[in-house]
Each structure stands twice: as structure tokens, then as C-alpha cells.
């Protein structure tokens, strides 16, 4: 059966109130972005000289000195997110101190390259610690520094932007509203560049779930209806928004409900969202056949986008006068698609450590129109069979650009190629992919 582990969310406003002034510069601050705006994350174990100082007097600036946004999300021995808000916040879990399995966030946008600033005067004469991040290699190479360093200011700009009442993410680049208990959006929107709304793109995720069970004798189906997410507490930074929760399927029958914890996670420009499957017998015993399709519905403002396949050259333009149904026998896992105008849109990457051989059967799909009232529905399905018993993840990786397919690539690439980062006495890879909190 399938229980999950998911995660999502987003804000983009100072984290304080803060003069007019302030507010101009920072809306011309967040509607200049360069291209692409990767996530940073690395733990407290590869700043040794800062563990065990407290969170709250930690500061990074860039190769001018001047500080940068990033946040500190503390983590439990037992892999949890401390989180501060919501029903059932834990924050006497929290010991506001970095420790080794800490996490800290922030942009590779906001660092500065390597060849033009390094070593500014407040890393030389001031008597705090401090520890250079390098991130990547070569000539694209920027640079940060970590510090104790009170006297620098923080940073007063946040990328995120979340409504808890309205259940409401938005970002310079997207925007999302999920409903009530619910994991999944209800509607979305993206960014067009030169442009100060959303462009209402998707309408709900549509959620298809296919199991064939006693021996082939009895098919069940499920939507996202069956999947209640109760989110227990959450946590609002100026990187990226956590919610934990508690996600269930509802099965039904005589099958019983299974259930994971989640976290959603969101950042500016991409969307992680890590389901774990719980299968409890191998196939060809009690199950013959499962299948999970996630397809987002586009809306009548997506007429001018196209479905595509970039890897295979697929494309195929949503219309709301081309009936349309069928599965494109491209495997999903660790591929991608992209529904965009060419400069706008969202792409999606599918990344599950399932083994390709036991998926035989999946691919792409596109409807149009769709049977929930948008113009089409498209995504992939993962279709399951002869897999051994035990728990799997798959990760799908929501991104958005819009300064069209190179901000794709970018962040696509960031994905499937690790940016290297080093300090001064550890070189790990970007630990953005890591997932916490597993099933239970």
C-alpha cells in the first residue's frame, strides 16, 4: 500500500517591520534576481570552529562584508526539524546552539565569485570566528563567510512568504495554496518576468493511485482525497518554509491506513516533495499491479504552454480544441518534464530509488482535456510490479523559472550534479536532497 513522506512551502518579505524606504528596496531587490536561485544547505559539522555557539549570533556575509539572508534549522537526534509554530511546536527540543547535524541555508545567488571580492576587512580585523565557505569550482566559484560576529547585522530580506490561515506560500517566482489537510496544492501560479501578479497556471494536483489486489480479483483507486495530511507545526525563514506533519492514505476495505511523517518543504525557486511508498508484501502475492499518477491540472491561462519532454524532444501544446489522451512510454524516474511558455512555467523531476526494472509500464501522460475541468492534466505515472516488500522513496523536485529553459537547466543540474562545498576543513557535496523523518 502506500503511506508517504512529503514536504513543501514559501515567503518572500522582511522578517520585521521595516519603513517604506525599506520596503521600496526590497521589492527592487526581489524583483532583480539573477536566473537561478539555488539552495545552499550544509550542517554544523563542516563549520567546526562554530559548534556550540549560539544560533542566534551567527551571521553570513558575502565577499563585500555585507550580510546575507540565510536561516538555521535545528534538527533532534531522532532526525526531527525543531519547529516553533503550529499546535504541537517542539521547541523544547531546541538547545539554541549549533550542532553538528544543524542545518544552515542560504543562496548561491547571493554569494559573491571568487575572482572578484575575498577576505573583507571585517574578517581581518575583527576577534570572532570566522570560516570561508566556497561553493562550487572553477570559474563559477562564490564565496561566504560564517561568523559569531554580532556587530554584523542581519539581513532584513526574506524570500518567503507563507499565510498559515490561507494556507498560502508565495515567492518571486511562484506562489501555492494547499488545502485543508492536504499535502498537495489546490492552485498555483507563476512568475512571468516584467510583471508584478501570477499567472494562475495549475488548478489542484490531481492524484491517482491504482491497486490490484487479491490476486487480480479486486481494483481499488484512490485520489488525493484519500491523502490527509494533519500538520502538526511548522517553521517560517527567509530560505525556506518547513511543515511536519502526519500524512495518511485512507485505503478503505479491509485494508488498513497507512500513515508517514512529512515534512513539506519549500524554497524560492523549487519545491521538494518526497513521498515515501510502503509496500508491505512482494508483488505477484497479494498485489499484481499498483500505480501512482501525479499530474498537475493546467487552467485556461495555460493555452500558450506546451508539455515537453526536453531530454526526448516530446512536445505538445495545451489547447482547449485538441482532445487528447495517452502515456508516453518515456520512464519517469530520474527524468523530467516542463510545461512553459519558453519564458515561464514550472518543471518537474522525478527521482525515486525504486529499480527501473520493476517500473516497467511507466511514462509521461497528458489528457486534454481534463476530467477536472482544466484544459489538460499532465505529468508521469509510476507504474509498480514484481517489487520486493519494504519502504521507497520517490522525491519529486517541483522548479520554476521564469528567464525560461536556461533557469531550468540550471537548477535541474544543481539537482542531478551536487554543488561542491568546502570550508576550511571539510569538502561535501550540497546537502539540499537530504530527506529527514521517514516513515513510521
Same mark, same amino acid.
Given at each position: 500500500?502506500?503511506?508517504?513522506?512529503?514536504?513543501?512551502?514559501?515567503?518572500?518579505?522582511?522578517?520585521?517591520?521595516?519603513?517604506?524606504? +525599506?520596503?521600496?528596496?526590497?521589492?527592487?531587490?526581489?524583483?532583480?534576481?539573477?536566473?537561478?536561485?539555488?539552495?545552499?544547505?550544509?550542517?554544523?559539522?563542516?563549520?567546526?570552529?562554530?559548534?556550540?555557539?549560539?544560533?542566534?549570533? !551567527?551571521?553570513?556575509?558575502n565577499g563585500r562584508g555585507k550580510p546575507i539572508p540565510f536561516q538555521i534549522d535545528e534538527l533532534t537526534p531522532e532526525g526531527e526539524y525543531v519547529c516553533f509554530r503550529g499546535d504541537s511546536p517542539n521547541n523544547d527540543e531546541s538547545n539554541g546552539i549549533l550542532d553538528s547535524i544543524?542545518?544552515?541555508?542560504?543562496?548561491?545567488? %547571493?554569494?559573491?565569485? !571568487?575572482?572578484?571580492?575575498?577576505?573583507?576587512?571585517?574578517? +581581518?580585523?575583527?576577534?570572532?570566528?570566522?570560516?570561508?565557505?566556497?561553493i562550487g569550482t572553477g570559474e563559477g566559484t562564490k564565496i561566504a563567510y560564517i561568523s559569531n560576529d554580532t556587530s554584523i547585522t542581519l539581513s532584513p530580506y526574506s524570500y518567503i512568504q507563507y499565510d498559515p490561515v490561507k494556507q498560502k506560500i508565495r515567492t518571486p517566482w511562484y506562489?501555492?495554496?494547499?488545502?485543508? %489537510?492536504?499535502?498537495?496544492?489546490?492552485?498555483?501560479?507563476?512568475?512571468?518576468?516584467?510583471? @508584478?501578479?501570477? !499567472?494562475?497556471?495549475?488548478?489542484?494536483?490531481?492524484?491517482?493511485?491504482?491497486?490490484?489486489?487479491?490476486?487480480?480479483?479486486?481494483?481499488?483507486? =484512490?485520489?488525493?482525497?484519500?491523502?490527509?495530511?494533519?500538520?502538526?507545526?511548522?517553521?517560517?525563514?527567509?530560505?525556506?518554509?518547513?511543515?511536519?506533519?502526519?500524512?495518511?492514505?485512507?485505503?478503505?476495505?479491509?485494508?488498513?491506513?497507512?500513515?508517514?511523517?512529512?515534512?513539506?518543504?519549500?524554497?524560492?525557486?523549487?519545491?521538494?516533495? @518526497?513521498? =515515501?511508498?510502503?509496500?508491505?508484501?512482494?508483488?505477484?502475492?497479494?498485489?499484481?499491479?499498483?500505480?501512482?499518477?501525479?499530474?498537475?491540472?493546467?487552467?485556461?491561462?495555460?493555452?500558450? =504552454? %506546451?508539455?515537453?519532454? @526536453?531530454?526526448?524532444? !516530446?512536445t505538445f501544446p495545451l489547447t482547449e480544441n485538441t482532445p487528447l489522451d495517452t502515456l508516453i512510454p518515456v520512464m519517469p524516474n530520474n527524468s523530467y518534464f516542463s510545461v512553459t511558455n519558453g519564458l515561464s512555467g514550472y518543471g518537474w523531476l522525478v527521482n525515486s530509488d525504486m529499480?527501473?526494472?520493476?517500473?516497467?509500464?511507466?511514462?509521461?501522460?497528458?489528457?486534454?482535456?481534463?476530467?477536472?475541468?482544466?484544459?489538460? /492534466?499532465?505529468?508521469?505515472?509510476?507504474?509498480?510490479?514484481?517489487?520486493?516488500?519494504?519502504?521507497?522513496?520517490?522525491?519529486?523536485?517541483?522548479?520554476?523559472?521564469?528567464?525560461?529553459?536556461?533557469?531550468?537547466?540550471?537548477?535541474?543540474?544543481?539537482?542531478?550534479?551536487?554543488?561542491?562545498?568546502?570550508?576550511?576543513?571539510?569538502?561535501?557535496?550540497?546537502?539540499?536532497?537530504?530527506? /529527514?523523518?521517514? /516513515?513510521?
Amino acid at each position: 500500500m502506500i503511506s508517504a513522506g512529503a514536504k513543501c512551502y514559501f515567503q518572500f518579505m522582511p522578517r520585521s517591520n521595516k519603513s517604506l524606504p +525599506q520596503l521600496y528596496l526590497f521589492f527592487l531587490f526581489a524583483f532583480a534576481l539573477p536566473v537561478v536561485s539555488e539552495p545552499i544547505v550544509i550542517t554544523g559539522a563542516s563549520t567546526p570552529s562554530l559548534l556550540g555557539k549560539s544560533i542566534d549570533n !551567527i551571521r553570513i556575509i558575502n565577499g563585500r562584508g555585507k550580510p546575507i539572508p540565510f536561516q538555521i534549522d535545528e534538527l533532534t537526534p531522532e532526525g526531527e526539524y525543531v519547529c516553533f509554530r503550529g499546535d504541537s511546536p517542539n521547541n523544547d527540543e531546541s538547545n539554541g546552539i549549533l550542532d553538528s547535524i544543524d542545518e544552515i541555508v542560504f543562496l548561491r545567488k %547571493d554569494c559573491s565569485p !571568487i575572482e572578484m571580492f575575498q577576505n573583507p576587512a571585517i574578517t +581581518q580585523n575583527s576577534t570572532a570566528v570566522f570560516e570561508k565557505i566556497e561553493i562550487g569550482t572553477g570559474e563559477g566559484t562564490k564565496i561566504a563567510y560564517i561568523s559569531n560576529d554580532t556587530s554584523i547585522t542581519l539581513s532584513p530580506y526574506s524570500y518567503i512568504q507563507y499565510d498559515p490561515v490561507k494556507q498560502k506560500i508565495r515567492t518571486p517566482w511562484y506562489y501555492a495554496v494547499f488545502g485543508k %489537510d492536504r499535502f498537495h496544492f489546490t492552485h498555483a501560479g507563476v512568475k512571468e518576468k516584467g510583471t @508584478p501578479g501570477y !499567472i494562475d497556471l495549475t488548478r489542484e494536483l490531481r492524484l491517482k493511485i491504482y491497486l490490484n489486489a487479491l490476486w487480480g480479483l479486486l481494483s481499488i483507486q =484512490y485520489n488525493e482525497e484519500s491523502l490527509v495530511c494533519k500538520v502538526k507545526r511548522y517553521k517560517i525563514g527567509p530560505i525556506r518554509l518547513i511543515r511536519r506533519g502526519d500524512l495518511y492514505l485512507k485505503l478503505g476495505l479491509i485494508l488498513k491506513a497507512n500513515s508517514a511523517a512529512v515534512n513539506q518543504i519549500c524554497y524560492p525557486q523549487m519545491v521538494r516533495v @518526497p513521498v =515515501y511508498v510502503h509496500l508491505p508484501v512482494r508483488f505477484k502475492s497479494f498485489l499484481r499491479e499498483a500505480y501512482i499518477e501525479m499530474t498537475p491540472v493546467i487552467s485556461e491561462k495555460g493555452k500558450e =504552454y %506546451d508539455f515537453t519532454i @526536453p531530454e526526448k524532444n !516530446i512536445t505538445f501544446p495545451l489547447t482547449e480544441n485538441t482532445p487528447l489522451d495517452t502515456l508516453i512510454p518515456v520512464m519517469p524516474n530520474n527524468s523530467y518534464f516542463s510545461v512553459t511558455n519558453g519564458l515561464s512555467g514550472y518543471g518537474w523531476l522525478v527521482n525515486s530509488d525504486m529499480q527501473n526494472r520493476y517500473l516497467d509500464g511507466s511514462g509521461f501522460l497528458i489528457s486534454s482535456p481534463s476530467d477536472r475541468g482544466g484544459i489538460a /492534466h499532465c505529468g508521469f505515472r509510476l507504474n509498480v510490479h514484481d517489487m520486493p516488500r519494504g519502504y521507497y522513496l520517490i522525491t519529486n523536485w517541483v522548479l520554476f523559472s521564469n528567464r525560461g529553459k536556461s533557469g531550468f537547466v540550471s537548477l535541474r543540474n544543481s539537482l542531478n550534479s551536487l554543488t561542491r562545498i568546502s570550508t576550511e576543513t571539510a569538502t561535501v557535496p550540497n546537502a539540499v536532497k537530504i530527506v /529527514h523523518v521517514g /516513515h513510521k
